[in-house]
């Protein structure tokens, strides 16, 4: 079906102290998976690297401090757009009173075993 969904009820959390809900990755359609991740208020999520992966982050709600790289932390609001290359490093805080969601892009899709966390 060309349509997926959003369900909610199957957000989980991760190690990365972020919710995470898958809103399409398919096994046999590589090229792309788009997620939405929620970040409490206050929360920092880990240092972590997708290996071969790159990453857009696209702000839904909230507000934040991102960094990548080595670059220094850089506020993001709704509909700001994060390009983060394979490999580089990276993390998100809120810096809001209310979550901080944003989809992520991952291109080629993201699978489990490309996740490296750094901390």
Not at 10 to 22: H, K, S
Not at 68 to 97: C, E, H, W
């Amino acid at each position: 079906m060309p349509i997926h969904r959003f369900q909610p009820e199957l957000e989980f959390p991760t190690v990365e102290r972020c919710l995470i809900t898958e809103l399409r990755n398919v096994a046999g359609d590589g090229s792309c998976s788009i997620a939405r991740a929620r970040v409490p208020p206050g929360v920092t999520t880990q240092w972590h690297l997708l290996r071969d992966v790159v990453e857009h982050y696209v702000i839904v709600e909230g507000q934040g401090l991102v960094e990548v790289g080595d670059g220094p932390p850089t506020p993001v609001s709704t509909l700001d757009v994060v390009s983060i290359p394979a490999n580089i490093r990276q993390r998100m805080k809120n810096t809001g009173s209310g979550d901080l969601s944003f989809l992520c892009v991952c291109l080629p899709r993201f699978v489990p075993e490309c996740y490296q966390s750094l901390e």
